[in-house]
């Protein structure tokens, strides 16, 4: 099945450094989701975007839906140990009234030194 | 429960033997979702449900792939005559439709399949 390309596949960066990681798509997305995916657990949203263009934030986290609508990008700033996780996109076509299947990315393994 | 809850968490098969995922999706949710996540890769779409119909299957794998959710609650995932390649983490996620299509997937923990 299709998976959008995420890039850095890992990252390894000390505590207190900015993040950066981005997610690219041969198609058009409605919806751009980043999720978050702990070792034995299933993925957790962080943030949603719904329109091109639009700038997203929640707390240390900072997300973009792409003009094109095939891209999307995700900061985190001033990373802390916790933030070690995989961390992935997904896109959606999103439809009012009904739900709708996720498109994920490769996913951006990150590490976070002391 | 307040979550989605699946189980088995691990599930250890000989190839050629049936397995069935459970899924508990939270209460009320109308939607519900499986996924398909292999070693090092992100999940993929398997199957959708709204309430009890089961609206979209085109990402099951095979026709040994069955999933059903016969009161619109809990849904079970079963595949026949397991084979190596189905070793993968089975996801399962459900949500409540928004007007304006911003519902949120929320993910149960997975159940690991290992077919040897």
């Known amino acids: 099945g299709q998976q959008l390309n995420q890039s850095p596949q890992s990252m390894f960066i000390q505590e207190g450094e900015d993040v950066s990681m981005n997610c690219t798509s041969s198609?058009?997305?409605?919806?751009w989701l980043w999720y978050k995916q702990d070792p034995g657990e299933g993925p957790v949203l962080l943030i949603a975007l719904y329109k091109a263009g639009e700038l997203t934030s929640n707390g240390r986290l900072t997300a973009q839906f792409g003009i094109t609508r095939k891209d999307s990008f995700l900061n985190i700033s001033a990373s802390i140990p916790s933030d070690v996780g995989i961390y992935f996109c997904a896109g959606r076509i999103a439809r009012a009234g009904t739900a709708s299947k996720l498109t994920f990315g490769t996913g951006t393994r990150l590490q976070v030194t002391l | 429960g307040a979550g989605v809850s699946q189980s088995p968490r691990y599930k250890v098969a000989k190839r050629g033997q049936d397995v069935a995922l459970r899924c508990d999706p939270i209460?009320?949710?109308?939607?519900l979702f499986w996924y398909q996540q292999a070693l090092g890769q992100g999940p993929e779409f398997l199957t959708y449900f709204q309430n009890e119909a089961q609206l979209d299957k085109s990402g099951l794998p095979s026709d040994r792939f069955f999933a059903e959710r016969p009161e619109g609650s809990v849904s079970t995932l079963k595949i026949q005559r397991t084979q190596q390649e189905d070793s993968a983490v089975y996801l399962c996620a459900s949500s409540q439709p928004r007007d304006r299509g911003s519902e949120t997937q929320y993910f149960g923990p997975g159940t690991r399949l290992l077919v040897l």
């Open positions: 209460s009320g949710h109308v939607s």
């Open positions: 198609s058009i997305f409605n919806t």
